[in-house]
């Protein structure tokens, strides 16, 4: 199973950026995604996660309003919708597969990692 993010890049505050997830040697329609991110010096943190079908959702309380996870499971892909980017959201995102179908926020739910995707936002 890999899976590959993508749409990282060097943003100014306020601004916006699309990260997307494609999953390949597995279909993850049956089984939720989620996007965590590790900040230099930091722990990795729970940002989102989607239940296998979209029905259910989760959000850290620091991007809720703000980030908008989806998935498109025809394209075995998980978007992360980044608006109103702040200088704490800089961060190496990373994309995950999770265990069960079920929306989860520890990171012990999932089983698969991708390799990150590096998000700067400028101050």
């Known amino acids: 199973v890999q899976l590959q993010a993508s749409g990282g890049g060097l943003v100014q505050a306020g601004g916006s950026l699309r990260l997307s997830c494609a999953a390949s040697g597995l279909t993850v329609s049956n089984y939720a995604m989620g996007w965590f991110r590790q900040a230099p010096g930091k722990e990795r943190e729970f940002v989102a996660a989607i239940s296998w079908g979209g029905a259910s959702t989760f959000y850290v309380d620091s991007v809720k309003g703000r980030f908008t996870i989806s998935r498109d499971n025809a394209k075995n892909t998980v978007y992360l919708q980044m608006n109103s980017l702040k200088p704490e959201d800089t961060a190496v995102y990373y994309c995950?597969?999770?265990?069960?179908?079920?929306?989860?926020?520890?990171?012990?739910?999932?089983?698969?990692w991708g390799q990150g995707t590096l998000v700067t936002v400028s101050s």
């Open positions: 995950a597969k999770g265990r069960n179908m079920r929306a989860r926020t520890d990171s012990d739910e999932y089983n698969y």
